[in-house]
């Protein structure tokens, strides 16, 4: 293929980033009706572009959101982390 068409997106890559979630709840984050969705996933309609573009940048935003979240909340219960110094806080009288 020499030019592909680029507007409409891949079927697979879809039903990848969809992840398990209902047709309903896919439906609501992407503001289409469920039956969009559904006639999307089998094929009775074509996936437009930006639906598996959208689900894939909302899933790294989640993933990136969970890390951040999962390093400020662990600490180990029997090591005492130091204190950050800030010199810059520091008050010199």
Do not use: C, Q
């Not at 992407?30 to 999307?40: M, Q």
């Amino acid at each position: 293929m020499r030019y592909p068409n680029l507007r409409y997106g891949k079927p697979d890559e879809f039903r990848y980033y969809m992840n398990g979630r209902t047709v309903a709840d896919v439906a609501r984050e992407l503001r289409r009706s469920e039956r969009s969705v559904s006639d999307w996933l089998t094929g009775r309609e074509r996936v437009p572009w930006w639906a598996p573009e959208i689900l894939r940048l909302r899933a790294v935003e989640r993933d990136a959101t969970r890390l951040r979240f999962a390093f400020n909340a662990w600490k180990p219960s029997n090591v005492d982390a130091p204190k950050r110094e800030r010199p810059h806080l520091r008050i010199v009288a």
